[in-house]
């Protein structure tokens, strides 16, 4: 069965340090990649995702990400997180002609001003 | 304004009272599914609908049902709910497929329900 694997659970860093989030999805076939963050109280919003071509994926509010096909890996990344940055953030993989989409536990970011 | 709207928003109530949560979206998307989400175990998918009509079992779908009689419209029953099923609840759908293909996994999340279990 697919699985989504984020590494760390719990991440606090100060303003302007730089973030990687890991994430690793177990599926040899074709998926598609997402990262979707959760502020307190709210839903889910993409963040950014891949479907192919270029590796590294730029998303919104200055978030990227690397796939990394060797690795199994989709690692988000920010070169300077600010507060409001603080979040649940959830790697996601889509596969089986893209129904099926499994989510990894979540990594909760608390950025700390 | 595109949206995905699930109802109600937050319910408590008791073993055995059946109780269905509604989900609305106003977006002509093919796809919807059902989440739950727990505390470090993240979102695990429920039941999902390619269309109307066309549902299929998730990764958690003991003590849920659901049905797809309108495109509009995913319903999630629990017919006899028990205390584990105390939990935040979220919709979804997709509509950003092509050909057969109904969904890229690009999801649009509606706000959420959570759900206690006495």
């Known amino acids: 069965a697919q699985s989504v694997s984020q590494h760390n659970h719990h991440v606090i860093l100060s303003e302007a340090a730089s973030l990687e989030l890991g994430c690793n999805y177990s599926?040899?076939?074709?998926?598609?990649l997402f990262w979707y963050v959760q502020y307190p109280g709210q839903h889910l919003q993409l963040l950014l995702k891949?479907?192919?071509?270029?590796?590294l994926v730029k998303g919104i509010k200055g978030f990227e990400a690397e796939f990394i096909k060797s690795k199994f890996s989709f690692n988000l990344r920010k070169p300077s997180v600010q507060w409001s940055d603080t979040a649940e953030y959830f790697c996601?993989?889509?596969?089986?002609?893209?129904?099926?989409?499994?989510f990894g536990t979540g990594t909760k970011l608390q950025v700390i001003p | 304004e595109a949206q995905v709207t699930q109802n109600p928003r937050y319910l408590i109530t008791v073993t055995g009272k059946k109780l269905t949560v509604t989900c609305s979206q106003n977006?002509?998307?093919?796809?919807m599914s059902w989440y739950r989400q727990d505390p470090g175990l993240g979102l695990r998918q429920i039941y999902y609908?390619?269309?109307?009509?066309?549902?299929d079992k998730g990764d958690v779908p003991e003590g849920y049902k659901v049905s797809r009689k309108e495109k509009r419209n995913f319903p999630l029953i629990l017919e006899s709910p028990s205390p584990n099923q105390t939990s935040l609840y979220f919709c979804?759908?997709?509509?950003?497929?092509?050909?057969?293909?109904?969904?890229?996994?690009?999801?649009?999340f509606g706000e959420g329900s959570r759900l206690t279990v006495l």
């Open positions: 979804a759908s997709s509509g950003t497929g092509t050909g057969l293909e109904p969904t890229t996994g690009e999801l649009f």
């Open positions: 891949y479907f192919s071509g270029d590796p």
């Open positions: 977006m002509n998307h093919e796809y």
């Open positions: 609908s390619m269309n109307v009509e066309v549902t």
């Open positions: 996601a993989a889509a596969t089986r002609g893209y129904q099926k989409v499994t």
């Open positions: 599926y040899g076939g074709t998926v598609n």
